[in-house]
Every structure is written in structure tokens, then in C-alpha cells.
């Protein structure tokens, strides 16, 4: 019997309610900063129901359909509220300047926490290669068991026929998890699948769960979480999550070998995100504004009475 591989057939989902980390082998451990940290304390929850990262200034990514992009929270630091005024909301354009796109970024107050404290987030400065190690870290939902579960497919139907026993027309095999409700904060490797991978109107590229000790697979309330690549010794942060490919029927909340995750490719929107970061905090702005107004008192000519 045949074990299934990634196909033309698979679905690529966006949910309400975003994506989190199953990983292979096992539900517990990932639970605090790998030894190499890629970004530990920059990752952290959106809302009630989304991921984003830290980027500095003030700044946080996360996916625009996170439904509640108020808040951040890092745990074992703060929450962080979103600054108020629509300036300090920012949804991303495509390349082209014609139409938004699935990234946004929110300003929030970092007097609460230790945020302030961290170097400005490096941006990758190109899609990380096919088939290398990257890490990701999500704030969603986790498996229910360490132990793989094996369904029996029959590919012959649209959408194809899942069980957990074997039955007649059965010509393939998957095995996999299912997820759990309880959110937490992991880590996992992740292998990329396609370094160039776009996706409605993304520049993108794409992960694949494979059954390597701890490799994961982004699930619900991780969109908006981070992907971190190395590149000379040193942690970039290559995309963002959005969107999850899985197989023609398969089971609800599962996650399975072969089903994909898509990261934009952040390297393509590195001057909108710096040009954002870069605007002034409001006490700076107000500043640059009476200094520019006493200079130009100054330099008024004088009128002859």
C-alpha cells in the first residue's frame, strides 16, 4: 500500500481562526527557547486567536486574517496593547502596489514588558533554499498523543475516503495526529518545501512535515507566528505563516506527513516593513514637529518698518 505524498490535489486552507506546532514523535518537551534561539522572547500571541512576531520600534507582524490584532502577548513577559490611532495599524501591499495582502503590522505600548530591551529582528534577504532546516515558533494548538495515528486511504474518490481501520478500496496510507484545543508556545524544525511558492497574491515559499525527530507543522492559532532562518551564523527572520495544505478529505484537525505550510517570503516586503518600523514613536514625532517649527521661525526675514 502506497503512503500519500503532497499533491495537485491538496487544499490550501485560510481559517478565521489561525494556525500552532504538532511535531513529530512526540506531544511534550518544546515548551521553552531551543538552545539556538532564533527568537524566543520576540514570539508571542495575537489577539485570542493568532501568532506574530516582535520586530522592534514597537512593531509586531502577524497575518492581516487574525481576527483580533489588539494585543500581543509574550509569555512569561507582558501584554502589550496596540497603540491607539489608525496609523499604528498597517496592512501590507503587494509587490505591484495594486492590492493588499495577508501581512499586517500594529504598534503596541512596550513600557509594560522586557520588549524594548531587544535588538531590532533581522529580515531574511531571500527565500531560505529547498530542502533546508528552518525553526518556527507558534503560540496554537498542540497534538492530543505522542502516538502517530495511521488512517487507510482510498484515493479513487474526490474527496478521498479516510479510516482508521483498513477497508476495501484502500490503496494508500498516512499517518499523523490529531490536534488538541489547549494552546501553547513551542518550537520545531520545519524542512522547506519550495523556497518560491506564491499563494493568493504572496510571494511566498513552503515547509513540509516530515517524520523527523522534532519536525513540525504549523495548526489552528498559529498564523501570524515566525519562521527563522540562519544565514552566516546569524537568525533571520524568513516568513510568516498563513496558510496550511492538507490532503482531499482529510480528517478535521489532524495533521498528517506530507501536508504543507506557507510562509510569505518576507524578503520580498523588507523595505515596507523597514520603512514602517522606522517612523518616530509619538513623543519623537511631536519633537521633529516644534523643531521644524522653530527653525522655520528662525529663519523668517525680518519686515522693514
Known amino acids: 500500500m502506497k503512503r500519500l505524498t503532497f499533491l495537485a490535489a491538496a487544499l490550501l486552507l485560510f481559517a478565521d481562526v489561525s494556525f500552532g506546532i ?3 514523535g512526540g506531544d511534550s518537551g518544546h515548551l521553552t527557547a531551543p538552545t539556538d534561539d532564533p527568537g524566543w522572547a ?16 514597537g512593531w509586531v507582524i502577524t497575518a492581516n486574517h487574525v481576527s483580533s490584532k489588539t494585543y500581543f502577548t509574550v509569555d512569561g513577559d507582558a501584554t502589550y496593547n496596540k497603540m491607539a490611532g489608525e496609523e499604528y495599524g498597517v496592512q501590507l501591499d503587494n509587490l505591484e502596489k495594486t492590492s493588499k495582502i495577508d501581512l499586517y ?5 512596550t513600557s509594560a514588558g522586557n520588549l524594548t530591551e531587544l535588538t531590532p529582528t533581522p529580515i531574511a534577504s531571500s527565500a531560505p533554499s529547498e530542502g533546508s532546516q528552518a525553526t518556527h515558533i507558534g503560540t496554537g494548538d498542540g497534538q492530543t ?22 477497508f476495501p478500496g484502500a490503496d494508500a496510507h498516512a499517518n499523523g495526529y490529531y490536534l488538541q484545543t489547549n494552546r501553547d508556545k513551542r518550537w520545531a524544525f520545519e524542512e522547506v518545501y519550495q523556497s518560491d511558492d506564491d499563494f493568493d497574491n ?58 504543507t ?20 514613536e509619538p513623543a519623537s514625532l511631536l519633537t521633529l514637529g516644534l523643531g521644524f517649527l522653530y527653525f522655520r521661525q528662525r529663519k523668517q526675514p525680518v519686515s522693514a518698518k
Open 105 to 109: 503590522m500594529f504598534r503596541v505600548d
Open 145 to 166: 498523543s505522542s502516538t502517530e495515528t495511521t488512517w487507510y486511504v482510498d484515493t479513487g474518490e474526490d474527496p478521498y475516503i479516510w479510516e482508521t481501520s483498513p
Open 42 to 57: 520576540r514570539s508571542g500571541s495575537v489577539g485570542t486567536n493568532g501568532s506574530g512576531v516582535y520586530l522592534g520600534n
Open 202 to 259: 504572496i510571494e511566498g515559499f513552503s515547509t513540509i512535515f516530515n517524520d523527523d525527530a522534532d519536525y513540525g507543522i504549523t495548526v489552528e492559532h498559529d498564523s501570524g507566528s515566525g519562521l527563522f532562518v540562519k544565514n552566516n551564523g546569524e537568525w533571520e527572520l524568513a516568513g510568516i505563516a498563513h496558510a496550511i495544505g492538507s490532503y482531499s478529505g482529510q480528517p478535521d484537525r489532524t495533521r498528517v506527513y506530507g501536508n
Open 261 to 280: 505550510s506557507y510562509y510569505s517570503d518576507l524578503s520580498q516586503y523588507s523595505g515596507q516593513i523597514n520603512d514602517i518600523i522606522t517612523i518616530p
Open 22 to 24: 504538532v511535531i513529530s
